[in-house]
């Protein structure tokens, strides 16, 4: 087997890290990384002294500032959150349901931004959370505009079930594809809980290519789908000419 690289084990390093361990002594990051202790401890130090992790008063650490900086530059990350966010501010004044902006790393969804209403239906999402495309809102609308050869292999693959009413089918993906394609929004009912639905729609940047999704998401027992579609739509046409896309007349 070939040795991990320099740059691999700094990476390990930093995927130690997810939303469940945001904190992690250097026992756990060596772990974690599958490196050995003195390897770990040298790199921890290394990335501590450039800014990447912080070490707090009880020797645990955490992703650092500097990061932040440097994710604050990437175009889908802060820079498109700030364009979508009046925009997202007046959906959930629309609406004071939960609201979502997303973007598509590979196979995931990623979200970027996301205002939580205090009596909304509680979802497993916050900043930076990842979910499987077919799996909600946002992820269906990003993926129904995707290349058609990527669309055929992400259905031919293993589709990750959270409740009973996740789509694991790869011909019913296939159909609520071309549904979401037909009507411009996306709707996904109890797909990660079983108390929630999603009404999505894409989000396209100056060459017309979809770069986000905006979605809003409420309790699925008194959902009001046909009232939500045109405000989602409004929200994401928005954000696109934000964005400068013009739209054909």
Known sequence: MTAA??????????????HDHPALSLTDIS?????????????????????????????????????WEIAALSPRGLALRQIALPYLEDLYEATHENVQLAVRDGSEVVYIEWISGRSAVGVKIQVGA????????????????????????????????????????????????????????????????????????????????????????VPERDAQTPALIPAVRLAALGISRALGWQPQR
């Open 5 to 18: 690289s320099a740059p691999d084990r700094l990476l390990a390093v930093l995927a130690a890290f997810d």
């Open 31 to 67: 772990r974690r990384a599958g490196l050995s202790l003195t390897t770990a401890h040298r790199l921890v130090g290394a990335l501590s002294d450039w800014g990447a992790l912080e070490r707090d008063a009880s020797g645990i650490y955490h992703v650092g500032l500097r990061l």
């Open 130 to 217: 990842r979910w499987p495309l077919h799996a909600t809102g946002v992820g269906l609308a990003l993926l129904a505009h995707c290349e058609a050869a990527f669309q055929e292999t992400y259905c031919g693959g293993p589709l990750a079930g959270f409740t009973p009413h996740t789509i694991t089918d790869a011909a019913t993906l296939r159909r609520v594809l071309a549904e979401v394609r037909r009507a411009g929004v996306a709707v996904s009912i109890r797909q990660i809980t079983d108390d929630a639905l999603s009404v999505a729609a894409p989000v396209r940047g100056a060459d017309g290519s979809v770069a986000a999704a905006v979605s809003v998401v």
